[in-house]
């Protein structure tokens, strides 16, 4: 059973473009969430998403963010008109569905390092 | 609203010395509590996690946690550190009923082996 899968690793963007970061989450999971780890901080939550269905998009950024998580294929994270503040590492996390959810845990992939030049 | 603090960004220990990291959490509500471990490059890889149970926790890597309601901490231990140990350390609560949602993460601490 692979992990959480992440692609890019790395992505460079220039300012004004888009990144899209993609992750399949682990078979049978059916709940993905969304980090951001600035350089020197903790992990920051962003969205959380069920398929095809945003849970909880509290952290996300009002403004060129957003997330999807289709039916078929990995969910994504879109950031429009990147700029340099966006440069960080955006870590994906799956986990099963669970209604007690104490013996689950989320599991995180290896993140996508985005840098805007 | 929840929140995590670590105290110490870099902590360094000597190589079987104990390890002793710190977590301090603050919750209105009864918290679920996680350690993750992140090594250079990499995801982040769960430790332990207290939901409630039992208040000493024990994880993998003979690492162990002791929830305080008390003293609203919950600090990481294991008695004596390996090099293989060197890596980042984050606390982490979360208020959801499942336990997983919306982790709020503490700073993150440094651990540093000395051989």
């Known amino acids: 059973n692979a992990g959480v899968m992440q692609n890019p690793r790395h992505l460079v963007r220039r300012r004004g473009q888009e990144a899209r970061l993609r992750c399949s989450p682990m078979k049978g999971h059916s709940h993905v969430y969304w980090y951001r780890q600035l350089p020197e901080e903790g992990l920051k939550f962003m969205v959380y998403l069920q398929k095809e269905n945003i849970i909880d998009e509290s952290g996300m950024p009002k403004e060129r963010f957003s997330a999807e998580f289709p039916k078929e294929g990995p969910s994504i994270l879109r950031i429009q008109q990147v700029v340099r503040g966006d440069s960080a590492a955006y870590f994906c996390a799956s986990s099963p569905f669970d209604r007690q959810g104490l013996d689950t845990e989320a599991f995180f992939g290896q993140g996508t390092r985005l840098t805007v030049v | 609203a929840q929140s995590v603090t670590q105290l110490g960004s870099h902590v360094s220990v000597s190589e079987g010395a104990l390890v002793l990291l710190r977590c301090n959490y603050s919750s209105s509500v009864p918290p679920y509590l996680f350690w993750y471990v992140q090594y250079p490059n990499q995801g982040l890889q769960l430790l332990l996690k207290?939901?409630?149970?039992?208040?000493l926790v024990k994880g993998i890597n003979g690492f162990e946690a002791e929830f305080k309601k008390s003293e609203t901490s919950f600090h990481l231990t294991k008695p004596s550190a390996h090099m293989s140990d060197a890596a980042e350390y984050f606390c982490?609560?979360?208020?959801?009923?499942?336990?997983?949602?919306?982790?709020?993460f503490g700073t993150g601490t440094r651990l540093t082996i000395i051989p």
């Open positions: 207290y939901t409630s149970a039992a208040t």
């Open positions: 982490a609560v979360s208020l959801s009923n499942f336990g997983n949602e919306k982790l709020t």
